[in-house]
């Protein structure tokens, strides 16, 4: 008798894990990568206020994650290295991403950090 409880207890905990898990595929996060080059003109200490700053875009409600840095020196010879700045955020949807392109923090923070700082960007987003 307790071997068939114990059975009947798993199959109807994997039938609820099953109905409250996500479809699969519907887990897919949304990456937006931005790499940075820097005018000449920019200093390191300007660089570095510029990284203290993008970690306040955190505070924007659909940013799932957030890291910036700058660029890791490699001897690799296929590393890219060149840039000065990478950000990597994460949003749970196309949606969030949209609203973050859109959002008045993220909008100010181009005019005041990156507008006219910039010799080249290039920003990827995937899922």
Not at 48 to 63: D, G, N, P, R
């Amino acid at each position: 008798m307790p071997k068939f409880n114990l059975s009947i207890i798993l199959i109807i905990s994997g039938v609820i894990i099953g109905c409250i898990s996500p479809p699969p595929g519907s887990m897919n996060e949304i990456n937006h990568i931005v790499l940075v080059w820097f005018n000449n003109t920019v200093s390191n200490e300007e660089i570095e206020e510029i990284i203290t700053e993008t970690q306040k875009l955190k505070a924007i409600s659909s940013v799932k994650t957030l890291a910036v840095g700058k660029s890791l020196e490699s001897k690799r010879k296929m590393v890219d290295d060149s840039f000065d700045l990478a950000i990597k955020i994460t949003f749970s949807s196309v949606k969030g991403l949209d609203n973050y392109i859109d959002h008045p923090l993220h909008n100010s923070f181009l005019q005041k950090y990156i507008k006219g700082k910039v010799a080249k960007i290039k920003i990827y987003d995937f899922e």
